[in-house]
């Protein structure tokens, strides 16, 4: 029988529920107390019910033991009389024995225990719901890696590849003079992703621009999901995070494009258009 | 009776059934003859290969939208890919030595440059390719940070890419120096030169980097082994790291 079905005292169900779950219990431990809870309640208040039901299950066992002899009789082959006979029992006990099944019989053969063995074993361990590692996870909306996202795949690294190659064609990366510790060219400059920081350096002291402020670039992006506790991605419900990062990012770019194209000779400001560039890769 | 060649097809056929070449690509591979687009030939086609069973066998349909995560990620691995096979190719005709009147690194330079065949063009495929993965990686993390991709369960997996863009950047860093040329040497010495403010540890900081207490030879052999061997081990170790926790920590993030 479903456990749906089993007649339950709602009332009781929900006070238990709400209890539980208010003590702070596990929902599917909470959901099974409260349950077995009302079920005793009913079964307390309709004592009536569980008499009637009584005599069914006994005629459903009565019915099972008469099932069983015209079963085994009715694969014999040589029994061609048996056969009829036997149909018709089942015919018969069908309809009546179908809800309930029963285990068979006891046969007394209980396996003698090995020499040695411990006097007690324990076969089952109880374990609670919360000792399991419940994988939870959605079904959803999945689609194959092969041939979908591989394509895909193929198709970026090829325009990426494709580009790369063109570029390396036609543009030749710098090779300067040879190196000399005794000149030093000017402007001088880090390379560009650096740029931001030399710029820095103009406003701060070495100390602040070369140290503290990269070291707190790096601790502070590693701690932003320790610090961003907001659980939600809708970007409607992260203003305040997608305003920060993007004035930081916006701000980290600024200056890496004035480093890169508004510093001429002596690291002074120039107009790219008028004074060029002195920017290389 | 007439003897016919067979057709190519017919030879295609015969060697996609040889032994050799079904012990070489096992089943669910397109090469292999039988090949069928059912959906367990495609889930044998993800994880009966090496590259590919880095994917899981069904990723979110979300996650396929070009505009969710623009191919960042995997575009900055292609390039890493891509820098090893040159770097490894120019490797073969690069001596780190600096030492003063011959300057063999810059002399090396100029022999890819002008004499190994390709040479220029693998050159500047490693130095473009070098600058785009700083790009390419650095606009990664913003697209992770806009799709809120590091909130839970993914919060160390983010950690391990901020470690991978210092890394990114250390290996392009150290890799600027090699052509010793004047734009190496001042480049790495401004920023090298913030290392000297370092707290109480500036003077052993610049000798830990540099070697001495300027860029010189001792550096560019330093840095050569930073940029060819150490980094990318390190980096190497990260990255599994980081695409195992993608795998673990539930595949791609989202939908928004």
């Not at chain 1, 209980?110 to 000792?131: F, M, N, S, Y």
């Not at chain 2, 913003?142 to 950690?159: D, H, I, L, S």
């Amino acid at each position: 029988m479903a456990r749906e079905d089993t007649p339950l005292d709602q009332e009781v169900f929900d006070r238990v529920l709400k209890e539980q779950l208010d003590a702070g219990t596990d929902k599917r431990v909470a959901e099974g107390r409260a349950r077995s809870a009302a079920v005793r309640a009913y079964k307390a208040a309709h004592p009536e019910e569980e008499a009637a039901a009584a005599p069914v299950a006994a005629a459903g066992d009565g019915d099972g033991q008469a099932q069983a002899p015209a079963a085994a009789a009715a694969p014999a082959p040589a029994a061609a009389a048996a056969a009829p006979a036997g149909q018709a029992a089942m015919v018969a006990a069908a309809p009546a024995s179908a809800p309930t099944r029963t285990a068979p019989l006891p046969t007394g053969n209980i396996p003698t225990p090995k020499k040695g063995a411990p006097d007690k074993h324990r076969l089952l361990a109880l374990v609670p719901p919360e000792g399991i590692q419940r994988v939870e996870r959605e079904q959803g909306d999945r689609v194959n890696v092969w041939p979908h996202l591989l394509i895909e795949e193929f198709v970026a690294m090829f325009v990426l590849s494709v580009g790369l190659v063109v570029f390396s064609t036609f543009l030749n990366a710098p090779l300067r003079e040879l190196a000399n510790p005794n000149l030093t060219p000017n402007p001088s400059k880090a390379p560009w992703y650096f740029l931001g920081l030399q710029e820095l350096l103009r406003y701060f002291h070495p100390m602040v621009a070369g140290i503290s402020i990269p070291t707190f670039i790096l601790v502070g992006l590693a701690a932003v999901p320790f610090v961003d506790r907001n659980p939600s991605v809708r970007p409607g419900d992260r203003k305040v995070a997608i305003t920060l990062f993007t004035m930081m990012f916006m701000f980290g770019a600024t200056l890496t494009i004035i480093g890169s194209f508004f510093r001429g000779p002596g690291y002074n400001w120039i107009w790219p258009w008028a004074q060029g560039v002195f920017f290389e890769l | 009776m007439k003897l016919r060649p067979p057709s190519p097809s017919q030879v295609g056929d015969r060697i996609r059934e040889t032994e050799v070449w079904k012990s070489i690509f096992r089943p669910g591979s397109i090469f292999r003859r039988g090949y069928k687009d059912t959906s367990r030939d495609r889930a044998l086609a993800t994880m009966n290969n090496v590259l590919y069973h880095l994917h899981p066998v069904k990723v979110k349909r979300h996650g396929l939208k070009l505009t969710y995560t623009f191919c960042l990620g995997g575009l900055s691995f292609f390039l890493f890919i891509l820098l090893t096979v040159t770097g490894i190719f120019l490797m073969f005709f690069y001596r780190p030595m600096a030492d003063i009147g011959g300057a063999q690194a810059y002399a090396d330079m100029q022999n890819i440059r002008t004499s190994v065949f390709f040479g220029d063009f693998v050159r500047n495929l490693h130095r473009w390719g070098a600058h785009l993965m700083v790009f390419s990686v650095t606009l990664h993390m913003a697209r992770v940070f806009y799709t809120g991709a590091y909130k839970p369960p993914r919060e160390f997996n983010w950690v391990v890419g901020v470690i991978l863009l210092f890394l990114t950047l250390g290996l392009s860093f150290t890799g600027y120096l090699l052509p010793w040329d004047q734009l190496a040497i001042w480049a790495v010495t401004v920023g090298t030169s913030l290392a000297g403010y370092s707290p109480f540890i500036a003077k052993q900081m610049n000798f830990l980097l540099l070697g001495g207490v300027v860029v010189g030879p001792e550096t560019l052999l330093r840095w050569y082994v930073l940029h060819v061997l150490a980094l990318p081990f390190v980096l190497v170790l990260f990255l599994a790291v980081h695409f195992w926790r993608i795998r673990k920590d539930g595949g791609i993030s989202g939908p928004l």
